[in-house]
């Protein structure tokens, strides 16, 4: 399963940003999809997931009220709108995935199997 990210790139603080994560060689119908990010010198960090079907999400306390996850399984794809972006999101971010159930999701990075190559973003005036 090989994901790819697009949409990243330098935004300006309040910013907005759309990412997208998708496949083209199999579906993600099955798949908890998380958004990960890591900055210079950091440690990876779980930014949002959503559960295979997208009744599930949940987001860092870093991020809620600015990132919104949604999927849409006829595109296969899953996107991380960023909103009111500021210079500390700036990093790279990850999608990656995890077959699971219906209502599924984990923002912890071990429990992924199919990461993607990542896109910088990059908050800065």
């Known amino acids: 399963l090989q994901l790819v990210e697009s949409g990243g790139g330098l935004v300006q603080p309040g910013g907005s940003l759309r990412l997208s994560c998708a496949t083209s060689?199999?579906?993600?119908?099955?798949?908890?999809i998380g958004w990960f990010r890591q900055a210079p010198g950091k440690e990876r960090e779980g930014v949002s997931c959503?559960?295979?079907?997208?009744?599930?999400?949940n987001y860092a306390d870093s991020v809620k009220g600015r990132f919104t996850i949604s999927r849409d399984n006829a595109d296969n794809a899953v996107y991380l709108q960023m909103n009111s972006l500021k210079p500390e999101d700036t990093a790279v971010y990850y999608c990656?995935?995890?077959?699971?159930?219906?209502?599924?999701?984990?923002?912890?990075?071990?429990?992924?199997?199919?990461w993607g190559q990542g896109t910088q973003v990059t908050v800065s005036s």
């Open positions: 959503i559960s295979s079907s997208g009744g599930s999400s």
């Open positions: 990656a995935a995890t077959p699971g159930g219906s209502y599924y999701y984990t923002l912890n990075p071990d429990e992924y199997h199919y």
């Open positions: 060689r199999f579906t993600l119908d099955y798949y908890a």
